[in-house]
């Protein structure tokens, strides 16, 4: 495919661009991160190093959920000059067709949007991963880390229910172990500590209930067979899903479902990485297609930045922040519809790309060849 020489200047000042907005921008949340955080982490008394290694560790996390936005910003600053500058009108006019011309940028954009998948993939987990056990080791401090109500199932289908789990001892307190017989409940076992030895449950002062006799038996210890269908690790990696890749959502779900267990928080979470993907693509296209394709009806704005780059680029700059707060408003809206199972939680996140993929695609053919 042959790139035309206006063209190639434009791609070399949008790469340009979009690294230097991408990672300065991302660079500066990081700081802010650090600074909201500081807080909770001073009374650790942290080194120099370790704030270092935050802002390094927390940078790609930013990196991933900006690439959209700057991609929006950079092809409305880029392509909002080129109008200014009546170089796409003449090309126009002397009988180049724009879209043919753009083409190049649409794969540039299918380019960003896969090296999104791929950052926020394989790249992005890893370093939340090193910031989550850097942070953890600070705020530990040998203390056991502790998880509260979780809720298991046993492969024999009864429920456990734990009050506090520590990880370090793996020790648990207050467990209430039930037992049902065709979805009616005939037994409960409460035990105020309970210690994994081996595989089984090490219970202390026990009391067991069944109510098919009445009879109540207590014990100083007794052993429980450790037979659950999912590891009490998967409940508390289900809190920070959003560190999770895409792939060990899929793995986490498989767990819950194996264990006849259901998240709509993963199910939604899983379409909306996937949907999200198609996002950078669309921006892209937008970009574009605003100052081009839409340049008449909206004019009055794109007209205030002819004072120079700088009344440009900070017009440019609101004009995409706000399109990316109303897509964040509507995309987190769905988010939450579909956790709440409002809607299925598959089909939730892929609303809001449906629709600025509409809009974005509708405003492109609207360019004028």
């Known amino acids: 495919m042959s790139i035309n020489i206006v063209c190639k ?4 000042d949008f790469v340009k661009t979009f690294l230097i907005l991408l990672f300065s921008m991302s660079f500066l949340l990081a700081i802010v991160g650090l600074i909201e955080k500081i807080d909770d982490f001073i009374p650790y008394k942290p080194s120099t190093i370790f704030f270092v290694e935050f802002v390094f560790y927390s940078i790609p996390r930013y990196v991933f959920y900006l690439i959209p936005f ?12 080129g109008v200014r500058s009546r170089e796409f009108l003449i090309i126009s006019v002397s009988g180049g067709r724009l879209r043919g011309v753009l083409k190049p940028f649409l794969f540039l954009g299918i380019f960003l949007s896969i090296l999104s998948f791929v950052f926020g993939e ?10 989550n056990n850097m942070i953890e080791e600070l705020t530990r401090k040998g ?3 502790m998880q509260r109500d979780i809720f298991l199932r046993t492969k024999d289908g009864n429920v456990l229910k734990i009050g506090k789990f520590l990880e370090i001892d793996r020790r ?15 037994k409960r076992i409460d035990s105020q500590e309970a ?7 090490l219970l202390k002062k026990a009391t067991i209930y069944d109510f098919l006799t009445g009879k109540v038996e207590k014990y100083d210890s007794m052993n429980y067979p450790l037979n659950l269908k999912i590891s009490i690790s998967a409940f508390k990696d289900i809190k920070k899903i959003e560190q999770f890749s895409l792939l060990e959502l899929i793995q986490k779900r498989k767990e819950l479902k194996r264990a006849g267990l259901s998240n709509p928080k993963i199910d939604t979470d899983i379409s909306s990485r996937l949907s999200y993907n198609f996002v950078t693509f669309f921006m892209m296209v937008l970009g574009m297609s605003l100052p081009l394709g839409a340049y008449e009806k909206f004019n009055f704005i794109f007209s205030k930045a002819k004072g120079g780059t700088a009344s440009g680029g900070i017009i440019t700059v609101s004009i995409g922040l706000l399109i990316t707060i109303t897509y964040w408003l509507v995309y987190s809206l769905f988010l939450f519809v579909g956790y709440s199972k409002i809607l299925p939680p598959f089909i939730s996140p ?9 809009v974005s695609v509708k405003l492109y053919y609207s360019i004028k060849e």
């Open 9 to 12: 200047s434009y791609i070399k």
């Open 70 to 81: 700057v991609t929006l910003v950079t092809s409305l600053f880029i392509f909002s000059i």
């Open 122 to 131: 394989f790249i992005q987990p890893e370093f939340n991963k090193e910031l």
């Open 143 to 145: 203390k056991s880390i």
């Open 172 to 186: 648990a307190e207050e467990v209430k172990i039930f037992h049902f017989k065709n979805d009616t409940l005939i």
């Open 195 to 201: 210690k994994i030895e081996g595989n089984h449950w």
């Open 350 to 358: 892929w609303i809001t790309t449906l629709i600025f993929g509409f």
